[in-house]
């Protein structure tokens, strides 16, 4: 996809560890406000441990096109004797517009290859008649949408424009398994947070869940870099942890943003 655009019928490629961590990923929620259009392109790279051993990678771009649409891509895949066990890639595209003040999201593709089994989910918005099409290649339907839903990739940009208000509590519909979905996610505190580019201070929120004893998501934001996530951590019932931090960085800003000396504990 040299020019960034995505097109009616392009494949995407896509990762069980790795499709773990491609959920953790998804967690890094009323309305996606216009400071979504002022999140300027970038390309960020992040590592992936499982149960602090090195599993993988993320690399997340986010690329305006001509037409004013823009494409957030996220790419996820096993490294070392991961990619041995579970070959698998993971991609993802969230075409979307802004419209009103609100972003809105056109299309949304997820594909994971490389494994036992190939998957591919295809979501198209029409707001003209405010219903999702959903085509897992298998039995194609329909939902009716909310006005400010999103993609389950999609909103992770919705949550750095609403930090950028100073918001305590992020309440999102979700297009999330063929369903809309509710995700409810809370301000912790501030934190210092270790990254092989230096320390940088970070906002700590996590997503709350109807059963205590579910899966935990947690994720770590920084203010000097337009909110963008700079760790991401899921624990799974079982105990499994999964861990992405941010090892790489172009198109936002990071000048004199790491390193930052605070009296907050540094998350190792």
């Given at each position: 996809?040299?020019?960034?655009?995505?097109?009616?019928?392009?494949?995407?490629?896509?990762?069980?560890?790795?499709?773990?961590?491609?959920?953790?990923?998804?967690?890094?929620?009323?309305?996606?406000?216009?400071?979504?259009?002022?999140?300027?392109?970038?390309?960020?790279?992040?590592?992936?441990?499982?149960?602090?051993?090195?599993?993988?990678?993320?690399?997340?771009?986010?690329?305006?096109?001509?037409?004013?649409?823009?494409?957030?891509?996220?790419?996820?895949?096993?490294?070392?004797?991961?990619?041995?066990?579970?070959?698998?890639?993971?991609?993802?595209?969230?075409?979307?517009?802004?419209?009103?003040?609100?972003?809105?999201?056109?299309?949304?593709?997820?594909?994971?290859?490389?494994?036992?089994?190939?998957?591919?989910?295809?979501?198209?918005?029409?707001?003209?008649?405010?219903?999702?099409?959903?085509?897992?290649?298998?039995?194609?339907?329909?939902?009716?949408?909310?006005?400010?839903?999103?993609?389950k990739l999609l909103y992770q940009l919705a949550l750095m424009s609403d930090l950028a208000e100073q918001q305590e509590q992020?309440?999102?519909?979700?297009?999330?398994?063929?369903?809309?979905?509710?995700?409810?996610?809370?301000?912790?505190?501030?934190?210092?947070?270790?990254?092989?580019?230096?320390?940088?201070?970070?906002?700590?929120?996590?997503?709350?869940?109807?059963?205590?004893?579910?899966?935990?998501?947690?994720?770590?934001?920084?203010?000097?870099?337009?909110?963008?996530?700079?760790?991401?951590?899921?624990?799974?019932?079982?105990?499994?942890?999964?861990?992405?931090?941010?090892?790489?960085?172009?198109?936002?800003?990071?000048?004199?943003?790491?390193?930052?000396?605070?009296?907050?504990?540094?998350?190792?």
């Amino acid at each position: 996809m040299p020019s960034g655009k995505l097109l009616p019928n392009e494949p995407f490629n896509g990762h069980n560890p790795m499709r773990r961590i491609a959920i953790l990923i998804l967690f890094i929620l009323p309305s996606a406000s216009l400071l979504a259009d002022t999140i300027p392109d970038f390309s960020a790279n992040y590592a992936i441990k499982l149960n602090g051993i090195q599993a993988g990678e993320l690399k997340r771009s986010l690329v305006s096109n001509s037409d004013g649409s823009r494409l957030f891509k996220s790419e996820t895949k096993a490294k070392g004797v991961f990619a041995f066990f579970k070959p698998e890639v993971i991609v993802e595209t969230s075409l979307w517009s802004s419209d009103a003040q609100k972003i809105k999201p056109i299309a949304y593709r997820y594909s994971r290859t490389g494994g036992k089994k190939d998957k591919t989910l295809l979501l198209d918005f029409d707001w003209s008649t405010k219903q999702l099409h959903i085509d897992d290649k298998q039995q194609p339907w329909s939902l009716t949408l909310k006005d400010d839903t999103l993609d389950k990739l999609l909103y992770q940009l919705a949550l750095m424009s609403d930090l950028a208000e100073q918001q305590e509590q992020f309440h999102y519909h979700i297009a999330d398994g063929g369903k809309i979905k509710q995700y409810l996610i809370s301000k912790v505190s501030r934190e210092v947070i270790s990254t092989p580019l230096g320390k940088i201070e970070a906002l700590k929120l996590t997503r709350e869940r109807s059963r205590p004893k579910d899966r935990k998501t947690t994720l770590w934001c920084a203010p000097a870099l337009n909110y963008l996530p700079v760790k991401l951590e899921h624990i799974e019932k079982d105990g499994t942890l999964f861990t992405a931090t941010l090892r790489r960085l172009n198109g936002i800003d990071s000048a004199g943003a790491f390193n930052a000396r605070h009296s907050s504990t540094a998350i190792e």
